[in-house]
Every structure is written in structure tokens, then in C-alpha cells.
């Protein structure tokens, strides 16, 4: 019995011997190292922990850039110059000539350029009223103007105008996606940071029915495509887009559109908007009158925003 016991007294301190010399080689072996270059990716990247990327939040991505060499591109939000850190960290390659991309909202109908349907007192989220019928508007991809970009993007850089127009501020925005994932109609669409215009409507329908219940929608005349035949404008299931590695001028193809739905891009964001409510009540009263008055300026901009390296999207 004295026997056993010393022999099992042995194994296990030999065991711990073992372990603790193993633990103390561990300290000193490349992994540890490892750990450090994942505290200093996750310093470089912002802190916003918004997911975007696709993982539960900076540490987490940091940690498969250094372990599973994950791409450098997924983090909107930290843009150019966290890309450049973490590239001088880890090794990695990075393009610094790579695109910049931003969200637009790609419509400027609304109370006094568009028809109205039914009037909507519900919940004011834009998903909400896109549940009832598509929307309240006779045009069902178009901006439904509650706000629900506004609320969810993390860093203020969507608002509304006088106007009551929805805008983003590309230098405020982070490009992190939200905006877009939280539309029900899909106005929200990339476009290169570097853009100078965006055709400023969603709608797919045939410019004949646009004509009746929208001001500013496009109406595929192709006068864009023959005004400018160099500036990729592009004429898709009646609706006309830019192919945006064409460089050549567009300012014609702007000038000659009927309605002004083509936009220039980069104008500053209004800060001085009118309050949600008095904004859903101007679009309430054009609902129960039925009127399809027109806007006197239709040459409305909405900008870009950095960072979102994608090599294309068109």
C-alpha cells in the first residue's frame, strides 16, 4: 500500500513538473508574440464593435487577421488608415490605390413630386410602412422617408434637408453598411467615393407610368446615354445607372435630363432639417389632396462616402 501511494505521489509530481515546464516554454514561443499583434490590430481598428466586417466585433476580427490571415477590407469604418496600420503590423499586402466606396440614397421623390396612395399613421419606421402595400407612394421602390436609415447609422452621418430629403454625409460616414441593410426599398446603393453623379431614383417601372405619379423619376428617354456617350450611362429595365469606370464627362447627360433625377454628388449635408413629424404631416396632407404638384428645383445632391474597398460594384 506504502508502495502505491509513493508511486502515485511520484507520477503526479512529475506531471506537474512537466506541465509547468511546458507552460514555461509557452511564455517564451511565437504565440505569445501572436497575442501581442492581436492587441495592436484591434487598437488600430475604430472600437465601434458594429459587426460589419462579419465577425462579433474588433477583437474578434483582429484575431482572425493575425491567425486565420483574414482579408484587410472588411472594416468599413477604419478605412485607409487602418488598413495601412495593420498592413505595417502584420505584413500583409495592401493596395492604398484601392476604390473607395459609399452609400446614396438613390431617389429624391417625396411629399410635392410624388403621388400618394393611402395616408399612413402607423409606427414610424420605414419597414413598418413597407409591410402595408409596399409603401403609401404610387412608386414602390422609392425612399418612404421615415427615417429609419437615420436612426440606425452609428455615426450621424445621414439626416434630412429642409426639403425633408433624406442625404448622407460622406465624410462623416463610416461605411459600415447599416444604411443599407435597413432599407425595405433598396435606395441605398454603393457608388465610388470619387463619383461625381448618381442617377437619383430606384424605379423600374416604364417611364410612361413614372410620368403619372412621380416628377422626378427617370423615364429611360436615353437623352443621359446621347448627351454623354462617355460618361457610362446605362440604360437596365428602365432605368438608367452610371457605369462608374468610365470617366469621361456627365455634365451633359445631367443637363439634358428631363426630370433632374441625375444628381451631383458632394454637396454639403443640411443639417437644418424640419422635425420628423412636421415632415410625415406635409406628406399625410399630399396623400389625402391627391395632388402631384411639382418641385421647382429638382437639381437635389446626395454624397458619398469613404472606404469600403471593393474592387467593383456597379
Not at 482579408?71 to 498592413?87: E, K, Y
Not at 437623352?223 to 428602365?238: H, K, M
Not at 443637363?255 to 454628388?265: D, F, L, M
Amino acid at each position: 500500500m506504502a508502495v502505491t501511494i509513493l508511486y502515485a505521489i511520484l507520477v503526479v509530481g512529475l506531471l506537474g513538473a512537466l506541465f509547468g515546464i511546458a507552460l514555461g516554454c509557452a511564455s517564451d514561443t511565437p504565440a505569445g508574440k501572436t497575442d501581442e499583434r492581436v492587441g495592436a490590430v484591434e487598437r488600430a481598428l475604430p472600437g465601434l464593435n458594429c459587426g460589419a466586417c462579419g465577425y462579433a466585433g474588433c477583437r474578434a476580427y483582429a484575431e482572425a487577421i493575425v491567425h486565420q490571415n483574414e482579408v484587410l477590407t472588411l472594416c468599413g469604418p477604419g478605412g485607409f488608415d487602418a488598413r495601412a496600420a495593420i498592413t505595417k503590423i502584420t505584413g500583409q499586402e495592401f493596395d492604398p490605390t484601392a476604390r473607395k466606396w459609399v452609400t446614396q440614397v438613390h431617389c429624391r421623390g417625396g411629399a410635392g413630386v410624388t403621388s400618394y396612395e393611402f395616408e399612413y399613421q402607423g409606427l414610424k419606421d420605414c419597414n413598418a410602412l413597407h409591410l402595408l402595400y409596399g409603401g403609401n407612394m404610387r412608386c414602390k421602390e422609392g425612399c418612404l422617408g421615415l427615417g429609419s436609415c437615420v436612426r440606425v447609422c452609428p455615426v450621424d452621418a445621414i439626416d434630412y434637408d429642409e426639403a425633408g430629403k433624406v442625404w448622407v454625409d460622406k465624410d462623416a460616414c463610416t461605411s459600415c453598411g447599416t444604411c443599407v441593410d435597413i432599407c425595405p426599398t433598396g435606395v441605398m446603393k454603393w457608388v465610388p467615393y470619387t463619383a461625381d453623379y448618381i442617377v437619383a431614383c430606384n424605379n423600374t417601372d416604364s417611364g410612361k407610368n413614372v410620368r403619372t405619379y412621380c416628377t422626378v423619376g427617370c423615364i429611360a428617354c436615353e437623352l443621359c446615354e446621347r448627351s454623354s456617350p462617355t460618361g457610362g450611362y446605362v440604360i437596365e429595365n428602365n432605368l438608367a445607372r452610371i457605369e462608374f469606370r468610365y470617366v469621361g464627362d456627365r455634365s451633359a447627360g445631367a443637363e439634358k435630363c428631363p426630370t433632374k433625377c441625375i444628381v451631383s454628388v458632394g454637396e454639403t449635408l443640411q443639417r437644418e432639417q424640419a422635425p420628423l413629424e412636421s415632415l410625415t404631416a406635409s406628406r399625410d396632407e399630399a396623400a389625402s389632396a391627391g395632388t402631384e404638384t411639382s418641385q421647382s428645383d429638382g437639381s437635389v445632391a446626395i454624397e458619398d462616402r469613404p472606404d469600403r474597398d471593393l474592387n467593383e460594384k456597379s
